[in-house]
């Protein structure tokens, strides 16, 4: 376990990393945040290294994650039960980034409900666990998710196995699925939004619907400015803490 000084809320920039370099969970201590690996391994940020019987931990960790309502979804692990309406998506957690734990998976969740009905072509750029993806061909979507990282393509896939649902997975980035697409999402972050911006009309045919996450609230500015010089007005805005999420319509 790799212990860090702070709370969610000081850490919370890290947490996108830690589940990136491998993080099962994190934990909230008294002033400090616990991040369970599997493994040590090198971390670039401040914090040590704390060795803890394998079982303790995990059955702790199992034990306490809670089944996530966003919108109409509701994501479980396989062991959860759950009663209730809505739309099951269950997941394997801690395996790729996406088990809808984040505030910006469940906004990205929330606002592609708004947005997708049956047979809208979307493109989830950066799927890690395929939960975006999942989502919307539950919707009904024609759905491809993409990821830089070819190791998440095999568990977003067999995500959507367990899910019942086919979306597409491909390595690669915005170039890698053949569009248009009428429903882009990206739960990336702020700085790489901005760099993606020019290429983001490329993705849709006149028009289109581009649903932006991962957006720090004090970084929310640039993404704007890189957005409306692209030609793409706000339709809508989320906010869960110090996260954002940019609901936007590309005009025709
Ligand atoms: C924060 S996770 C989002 C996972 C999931 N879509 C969700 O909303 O919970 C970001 C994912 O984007 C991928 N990624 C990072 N840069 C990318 C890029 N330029 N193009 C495509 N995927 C990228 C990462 O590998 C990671 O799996």
Known sequence: ????????????????????????????????????????????????????????????????????????????????????QEKRIVLEPGMAFGTGHHETTRMALEALAQRVEPETRVLDLGTGSGILAIAAAMLGAEAVGVDVDPAVIPLARANAAANRVNPQFLTGSLGAAEGPFDLVVANLYAELHVHLAPQYPSAFGLCGVLILTGILLQREGLVREALEAQGFGLLERRQEGEWICLTYAKKG
């Open 1 to 84: 376990m790799f212990r860090l000084k702070g709370d969610f809320q000081t850490l919370d920039t890290y947490s996108p990393l830690l589940f990136d370099l491998g993080a099962r969970g994190l934990e909230e201590r008294p002033g400090e945040v616990w991040a369970y690996f599997p493994q040590r391994i090198e971390l670039p940020l401040p914090g040590e290294w704390v060795e803890l019987p394998d079982t303790d931990w995990l059955e702790a960790w199992r034990r306490d994650l809670k089944p996530v309502v966003a919108g109409p979804f509701v994501v479980v692990a396989p062991w959860h039960s759950w009663t209730g």
